[in-house]
C-alpha cells in the first residue's frame, strides 16, 4: 500500500494548499473555530473559479456539485483547511458508541439526534467496515511466525481450519449480496482482485486483471466473461492482464464456486498469499469491525515565502485505514457540510484503480481521484 511522505509542518507547502490559502484570501481569510454554516458571497465563489492553478476539474476545470466515485480502496487520507477539525476528531465516547451503533444496525444517519449533530454521526459512522481476516493471519505471517517456531509441518492443520472460516465467512458475504444485503464488497490478494457490485438491479463481478490461464480456468468451468480491453494505450500497460466483467445468475454463482474450490491454490500457494481480504460495509460471518483512525494532526501556518498567505493558520487531519468508496463519498459529503474551505490528498490500494475504467457512472462519474478540492459545495479534482 502506497503512503504519504510526512514532511516538517513549518517546510510543508503543497499545491493543494495553496488553493486553499487562496480560497481563504478571497474572502478575506477564515476564522479557525468549525464553521456549521458558510458564509462565503457569490462573487468570492467567481473569484476561486476562476484561478488558473487550482486543481483540475477535468478537461473544463470547472467547479462541480459532486465529487466523482472512486472504486479505488483507499488507505490514508489528508486533509487541510482553515477551520479546524476538532469537531469531528475529538468526540465523546457516547457520540462514538452511538455512531458505532447506528452503523451496525444501518440506522439512517442522525435519524434521533438534534440537526447539529447529524452530520457528526454521519461522518464517524463513514470511517467503519468489516473485513476479514484480520491483519494478524494475512498473506501467511501466521504461518511464517509458526514455522519459524515449530517447524514447517507444523501450520497445515492451521491452514486448513483457516480455509474452512474463510469458506464460511466468504458464503456469508456473498449469500448477502445476492440477497440484495450488501450492494458492494471487495475480495483481494496478490493474484485475485475482484469488486462484486450491484448496478441497476443487476449484480456484477470486476477482475482487476487476469493471465491467459485463469481465462482458460474459468472457460473451463462454463464461467461466461467480457474482456474490458479499454483504450489501445491501456491495453499495452496491462499486456496480457486483462481485466474481466461476469454478470448473471449462472456465472456468478459458478464464479462463487470456482472461489471456493481454487484448485490452483495449493498448500504451497496457500502458505504465501492465501487468505484473500474479504472487504465490506456489511457484516457477515467471522468479520471484524474496524474503525479507521482519525485524528487532528494540528495547525501550521505557510512558508512566509508563499505567494498567498491566510489570515490565520492551517489546520490538519490525517484518516487512516482502509475505506471503501462510499465511505470517501460519506467523508466528503459531511465535510463539506461543516468545512467552507478544505483541500484533501487521498492515497489507496493502487491494484483496485482499475475498476474505475469498468464501472458505470454515476451523477459525478466515475474516476480516479488523488487529490480534490472542496469550497462552499462545490469540488474540483485532480485525477
Known amino acids: 500500500m502506497e503512503a504519504i511522505r510526512r514532511q516538517p509542518r513549518q517546510r510543508r507547502r503543497s499545491q493543494a494548499v495553496r488553493t486553499v490559502a487562496q480560497a481563504a484570501s478571497a474572502s478575506g481569510g477564515v476564522d479557525s473555530e468549525p464553521q456549521p454554516k458558510r458564509t462565503t458571497s457569490g462573487s468570492d465563489a467567481a473569484t476561486l473559479g476562476s484561478r488558473g492553478d487550482v486543481l483540475s476539474g477535468g478537461e473544463d476545470g470547472a467547479w462541480k456539485p459532486n465529487l466523482p466515485l472512486d472504486m479505488t480502496l ?3 487520507i489528508v486533509v487541510e483547511s482553515p477551520s479546524s477539525f476538532q469537531w469531528c476528531c475529538h468526540v465523546r465516547s457516547a457520540v462514538e458508541a452511538k455512531a458505532m451503533d447506528a452503523f451496525i444496525t444501518k440506522q439512517k444517519s442522525g435519524s434521533d439526534v438534534p440537526d447539529e449533530q447529524s452530520v457528526l454521526y454521519a461522518f464517524r459512522q463513514a ?3 468489516y473485513i476479514y481476516p484480520t ?10 511466525t509458526l514455522e519459524r517456531h515449530f517447524g514447517s509441518g507444523a501450520p497445515s492443520e492451521l491452514l486448513d481450519e483457516i480455509q474452512v472460516e474463510w469458506k464460511l465467512a466468504f458464503e456469508s458475504l456473498y449469500g448477502s449480496f445476492v440477497a440484495s444485503l450488501c450492494n458492494m464488497f471487495y475480495l483481494h490478494c496478490p493474484e485475485l482482485k475482484i469488486l462484486f457490485r450491484t448496478e441497476l438491479q443487476v449484480p456484477k463481478a470486476y477482475i482487476a486483471s487476469s493471465t491467459k490461464g485463469l481465462r482458460q480456468l474459468l472457460s473451463a468451468e462454463d464461467i461466461e466473461f467480457e474482456e474490458c480491453k479499454g483504450s489501445d494505450e491501456m491495453q499495452q500497460q496491462r499486456a496480457d492482464k486483462v481485466p474481466l466483467i461476469i454478470e448473471g445468475v449462472a456465472n456468478m454463482n459458478a464464479l462463487r464456486d470456482f472461489i471456493l474450490n481454487r484448485q490452483y491454490l495449493n498448500r504451497a500457494k496457500r502458505a504465501r498469499n492465501f487468505p484473500p481480504f474479504l472487504i465490506s460495509r456489511t457484516g457477515f460471518v467471522h468479520a471484524q469491525l474496524k474503525h479507521a483512525s482519525c485524528r487532528d494532526a494540528g495547525e501550521f501556518r505557510p512558508l512566509a515565502s508563499a505567494a498567498v498567505q491566510t489570515a490565520g493558520p492551517l489546520h490538519e487531519m490525517v484518516i487512516e485505514g482502509l475505506l471503501m468508496p462510499d465511505s ?5 459529503t459531511e465535510l463539506a457540510r461543516r468545512q467552507p ?10 491494484t483496485t484503480s482499475t475498476f474505475n ?19 462552499d459545495g462545490l469540488w474540483q479534482t485532480k485525477f
Open 357 to 375: 475504467d469498468m464501472v458505470s457512472g454515476d451523477e459525478g462519474g466515475v474516476g480516479l481521484v488523488d487529490s480534490a478540492e472542496c469550497r
Open 328 to 332: 470517501v463519498q460519506r467523508l466528503c
Open 74 to 76: 483507499k488507505n490514508k
Open 127 to 129: 470511517l467503519y467496515s
Open 135 to 144: 491483519c494478524v493471519v494475512v498473506n501467511g505471517e501466521l504461518v511464517s
Open 341 to 350: 474551505y478544505f483541500s484533501m490528498q487521498m492515497n489507496g490500494i493502487r
